[in-house]
């Protein structure tokens, strides 16, 4: 799975609902996404939809998707949660699919949250 190489707001200087990001990869290309949903309250979510597709390796089993991230106080902290879905091409995409989920983004997913804890670290 690649890495997300960088995110771009399309056509506005701010994020807000509606706004598309460019999402792109350090290989594979990448995504668009409409965003659904910003609360910046004190537990903070953003949702976002996939349009226009996935690129290769993705785009032969999945059209789009959709997905929340929300960052929710803790007495620890704050617990940052992902949740997404991908809309299959066919019934058949189903076992590769579940297969690249089990291989490679739970792995990718752990690295990006390793990631986050050490930057918040860094940060005091």
Partial sequence: VPAVAY????GSDR???GV???VRFTRFGGYDEVITLLDRGPDWRLGYRVVGGFS???S???RG???EYAVDSVPEGCRLTWTA???LRSPLAWPPGWLFRGLFVHRAM???LDGVAAAVERAG
């Fill in 65 to 67: 998707g959709e997905g």
């Fill in 110 to 112: 752990r690295g990006y």
């Fill in 56 to 58: 290769f390796p993705l």
């Fill in 15 to 17: 994020l807000e609902v």
């Fill in 85 to 87: 879905s991908v809309d």
């Fill in 60 to 62: 032969p089993f999945a």
């Fill in 7 to 10: 995110v771009e707001i399309v």
């Fill in 20 to 22: 598309v990001r460019k």
